[in-house]
């Protein structure tokens, strides 16, 4: 591999950590803390009461509410992520610094560090890696010339 090609691969290839990322936080939510259908998890939520009743409790509308706000959030991370960041489109670049947002406001609000850290580091990396395919170096206009 020459050198500019081996300085591609990441670059090409940084897409990768964000989808990953987008699908753990799928699993999160669609799981509980007993399983992905237990009592306590969302799915468990949606699929334990009527849903356009109000006689669901508050845990179930607050799981419902949880639910639907996570599920949007990766079905339009997987959107941006697979299309638009990996054809270099800067809005795509901006929007997606969304995620490290997210952590670190997970770490500011529940104290958790180890998991929300980590994964903000990768979304983090993830973005910065790829910086010059979504903003590269102007080239100089032709300067002047001075006799």
């Known amino acids: 591999m020459s050198p500019t090609t081996s300085a591609k691969v990441p670059i090409k290839y940084a897409w990768i950590p964000l989808f990953l990322v987008t ?11 007993q399983g992905p259908v237990a009592e306590g998890s969302v799915l468990h939520a949606f699929t334990s009461r009527p849903l356009f009743t109000d006689e669901a409790p508050d ?3 607050k799981l419902r509410l949880l639910g639907t706000i996570l599920l949007g959030m990766v079905v339009f991370g997987l959107a941006i992520i697979l299309k638009p960041f990996r054809r270099g489109e800067r809005w795509a670049w901006c929007v997606l610094w969304y995620y ?48």
């Not at 799928?26 to 509980?32: A, C, F, H, R």
């Not at 994964?119 to 010339?145: D, G, M, T, W």
């Open 59 to 61: 845990s179930i509308l």
């Open 100 to 147: 490290p947002v997210f952590f670190v406001l997970h770490i500011i609000a529940f104290g958790t560090f180890v998991i929300d850290g980590v994964f903000a580091l990768i979304c983090v990396l993830s973005l910065l890696v790829p910086y010059r395919k979504f903003f590269p170096k102007q080239r100089a206009e032709s300067e002047p010339q001075t006799s």
């Open 23 to 33: 699908l753990v936080i799928l699993l999160i939510v669609s799981g509980g803390e």
